[in-house]
C-alpha cells in the first residue's frame, strides 16, 4: 500500500509531500456534497474506469480541494459552476445525485382517446384524429407523475389542432397505461413506473441477479365524456360531420399491441393541472398509424342519430326499371365503331393583315411545328355522329384531348367538342347516291387549302373591324351614334389541320407506324341556328328583309366594299354563313390579275364576282357609312 501510494505521489512533481489531501477530508467533502449539506467544491466530472481512486490537488487559498471522482451527480464532460445558487444545489442533487446516466431507457407510444363512444367488451376509450405520438430513449426510472408531465405535453397542442374552435380544458385530461390506470393517482408516485417491467431473471445458471431489458410501453391521454360533449355540440357546424361506426374486431382494435382492457386502480380522481410546455429529455419519434375503422376514418361522437323515414318507391316503378335494367346490354356496334387516333393539331391564328404582307413565311397558313400540339381525336364513324353534308365535305362531332392543352382556341379544354370535317366526292351507282373518301395525297392538298382561306379570312375581318373602330374613334359625325350600337360583331371559328399518325402497321398497303395517315380540318362547334349570309358569287342577300339574320348580311355585304378598298380592288371574303356570332366555310375572291390565269385558295374563287362587286362599290360604302370610304 505504501509503495503504491508513494509511485501517485512522484507524479506531482514540485509538491512537497505535506500538500498531499487527507482521504478523510476528501470522503467528508464528498459526503457533504452528495447530502446538500454545504456547498460543494468546484468539481469536474471525469469517468474513471475500473472504480480507481481518484487523485486530487490542493490548489491555492480554495477553502476545499480540488476533487477528481467517478460520475456520481454530473454528466460526464460538463462542468459545474463554482458558485451554484441554494436552489441550483438543491434541483441538482436532487434529480442527478442519486442517478446514474440513463442507460437503461423505453421507449413510449401515446395516444389521445376519448371517453365514451362505441365501445366493445372491456374498451374504455375511443381514439380520434388519429393523434399518436412516438417517443424513445425515455429514462426507465422515470416516475408517474413525469409521465403524465411527458404524455400531455405532446398530446395537448395536437389536441387543440383537432378541434381548434373549442377552448379545450387540458387540466381535466387523464393519462392512463394500456391497463387503464391513472397514473395521476397510483399509489406510490416517487417510485420507478415501468421499471420493475423491465427487469427480468438472469440467463446465467443459479443466477438471481436480474436483467434490464428495454421495453415499449403504451400511455393514454383521455379526454372526459362531458368535455369532448361540449367540443362537439360547440363545433358541430365547423367540423366535418362524425359517423358512428362499429369498432372491427379485437385484433384490429388492440392499438398495436395491447387491449384497453381494465385493471383495478386504487383510486379514480383527476389529474392535477400540468405545465403542458414541460419539455422531455428524450428524443422524439413521430408517426402516424391507423390501426381499427374508428381510429383511421370518424371521429365518434357520444350523440345518437336519427334516421329519417324511407318512402316506398312503388311497384310499378320498380318494376319499370328492372325490367329497363336488367334487359339492357352493350352497344356492340357504338363501341367498335368508335375510333382513337394519335393526332399532331396545328392551329389557325389569326393576325394582322400588315403582318402578312411583311413577312414573307406568314403569306400563307404554315405547319409550324414550333406552335403544334400532341394529342388524340376521338370521333364515331357511325352516321350518329354526323352534323350534316355540304357541298363537298361532311361534318362530324369528335373530341379533341391535347397534351398539354393549348392556351386558347381549340384543344384548351380537356375533352374539348369540337367538329371534323372532310372532303368527299360522289361516287358512281346507279341507284344511291353513294360518298367516298379520297386517297390521302388527294385529301391532305384539299384541306390544306381550307385552312389557308380561312387563314386569309380571319386576316380581312380582323383588318375591317380595325377600319371601323378607326373611323368611330375619329369621327366629327355625332348621327353615327344612333348605329354604332347596332354594329354586328362576329368572328370566325377557332380551327386548325390536324395529321393523323399510325400506331400500328398492318401490312404492305398500309401507313408504317409513326407516319402520317390520315389529315382532318377540325372547327370550333357551333351550336346556334346555321344561316347562309352571302353566295360566293353575289353580293347581294340572300336573305329576305323580314329574316331574322338580314341586318347581319347588310353589314357583310358592307364588309366586302370595305375589303375591295382596302385592298386596292383585289380580293375580299365571300361565301359568308354561319351563326350571328361566328362564321365558317368563306371563300376568298380575288382579282383575275392575282391568279393570272391559274386558281388560287380553292375551286371556289369565282373571279367573275370581283367584276360584280366592283360596280357597286361606292353606292354601297356611301349607303352604310358616309364617312367610312
Known amino acids: 500500500m505504501t509503495t503504491v501510494r508513494n509511485a501517485r505521489l512522484n507524479v506531482l512533481s514540485g509538491v512537497h509531500l505535506s500538500s ?75 434529480n442527478q445525485g442519486y442517478r446514474s446516466p440513463p442507460s437503461e431507457t423505453i421507449s413510449l407510444e401515446i395516444s389521445a382517446l376519448h371517453e365514451g363512444g362505441p365501445q366493445k367488451g372491456r374498451m374504455r376509450g375511443t381514439p380520434f384524429g388519429c393523434i399518436c405520438k412516438g417517443m424513445k430513449d425515455i ?21 387543440s389542432e383537432f378541434c381548434p374552435q373549442f377552448l379545450w380544458r387540458p387540466s381535466e385530461f387523464v393519462v392512463c397505461d394500456s391497463s387503464w390506470v391513472n397514473l395521476s393517482s397510483v399509489p406510490n408516485p416517487m417510485q420507478p413506473y415501468f421499471y420493475h417491467e423491465c427487469l427480468h431473471p438472469g440467463s446465467q445458471k443459479n443466477s438471481k441477479t436480474p436483467v434490464f431489458k428495454p421495453k415499449q410501453f403504451l400511455l393514454f391521454v383521455v379526454v372526459p365524456e362531458s368535455q369532448w360533449q361540449d367540443s362537439f355540440n360547440t363545433s358541430a357546424a365547423q367540423r366535418p360531420i362524425l359517423h358512428d361506426i362499429a369498432l372491427m374486431s379485437d385484433e384490429r382494435a388492440s392499438l398495436n399491441t395491447c387491449s384497453l382492457f381494465l385493471r383495478t386502480s386504487s383510486n379514480n380522481s383527476e389529474a392535477n393541472e400540468i405545465d403542458t410546455n414541460a419539455q422531455a429529455t428524450s428524443r422524439k419519434r413521430s408517426h402516424q398509424r391507423s390501426t381499427s375503422v374508428s381510429s383511421a376514418t370518424t371521429h365518434s361522437p357520444p350523440s345518437k342519430k336519427t334516421i329519417g323515414t324511407i318512402g316506398t318507391p ?34 389557325i391564328p389569326t393576325i394582322h393583315l400588315e403582318e402578312i404582307l ?74 344511291n347516291r353513294v360518298y367516298k373518301r379520297y386517297m390521302l395525297a388527294q385529301e391532305l392538298p384539299i384541306l390544306f387549302r381550307e385552312a389557308n382561306v380561312l387563314y386569309w379570312a380571319k386576316s380581312l375581318l380582323k383588318m375591317t373591324y380595325e377600319f371601323i373602330d378607326h373611323a368611330i374613334r375619329h369621327t366629327t359625325d355625332l348621327s353615327m351614334l344612333d348605329w354604332i350600337t347596332d354594329i354586328p360583331r362576329l368572328r370566325f371559328v377557332e380551327a386548325g389541320l390536324t395529321l393523323v399518325y399510325a400506331s400500328t402497321s398492318k401490312g404492305a398497303s398500309t ?28 353580293y347581294s342577300s340572300c336573305l329576305k328583309p323580314d329574316n331574322d339574320g338580314f341586318h347581319i348580311m347588310q353589314f357583310l355585304v358592307f364588309t366586302q366594299h370595305i375589303q375591295y378598298i382596302k385592298t386596292d380592288g383585289l380580293a375580299y371574303i365571300s361565301d359568308y354563313q354561319g351563326s350571328t356570332t361566328l362564321l365558317t366555310d368563306p371563300q376568298i375572291l380575288t382579282h383575275p390579275s392575282v391568279g393570272g390565269g391559274t386558281d388560287i385558295f380553292s375551286e371556289g374563287n369565282v373571279e367573275i364576282g370581283v367584276e360584280r362587286l366592283s360596280r357597286s362599290t361606292s353606292a354601297i360604302v356611301t349607303a352604310h357609312g358616309p364617312d367610312l370610304g
Open 139 to 159: 429514462d426507465a426510472r422515470t416516475t408517474a407523475p413525469e409521465l403524465v408531465t411527458i404524455a400531455l405535453a405532446k398530446l395537448t397542442p395536437k389536441i
Open 314 to 347: 312503388g311497384h310499378d316503378r320498380v318494376k319499370e326499371a328492372l325490367q329497363v335494367g336488367g334487359a339492357t346490354n352493350v352497344d356492340i356496334g357504338c363501341v367498335l365503331q368508335t375510333k382513337l387516333e394519335s393526332v399532331v393539331f396545328y392551329p
Open 511 to 538: 401507313s408504317s407506324t409513326g407516319s402520317v395517315s390520315g389529315a382532318y380540318l377540325l372547327e370550333e362547334k357551333i351550336d346556334a341556328k346555321f344561316t347562309k349570309f352571302i353566295h360566293n358569287v353575289q
Open 20 to 94: 498531499v489531501p487527507d482521504p478523510q477530508a476528501i470522503q467528508r467533502s464528498v459526503s457533504d456534497a452528495q447530502c446538500g449539506t454545504s456547498d460543494p467544491a468546484p468539481v469536474v466530472a471525469v469517468p474513471h474506469p475500473g472504480r480507481e481512486m481518484a487523485v486530487a490537488v490542493l490548489q491555492g487559498q480554495h477553502s476545499g480541494p480540488d476533487i477528481h471522482v467517478p460520475s456520481a451527480w454530473q454528466m460526464p464532460g460538463k462542468a459545474v459552476r463554482s458558485c451554484p445558487t441554494d436552489s441550483e444545489v438543491q434541483d441538482r442533487w436532487m
Open 358 to 431: 411583311d413577312d414573307t413565311d406568314k403569306h400563307a397558313f404554315g405547319l409550324d411545328q414550333e406552335h403544334s400540339f400532341n394529342g388524340q381525336l376521338r370521333f364515331d364513324t357511325s352516321s350518329d355522329s354526323l352534323l350534316g353534308v355540304g357541298g363537298f365535305k361532311t361534318a362530324h362531332i369528335a373530341h379533341l384531348l391535347l397534351q398539354p392543352t393549348a392556351p386558347t382556341g381549340l384543344g384548351s379544354l380537356p375533352r374539348h367538342m369540337i367538329v371534323l370535317k372532310r372532303p368527299y366526292f360522289v361516287g358512281e351507282s346507279t341507284t
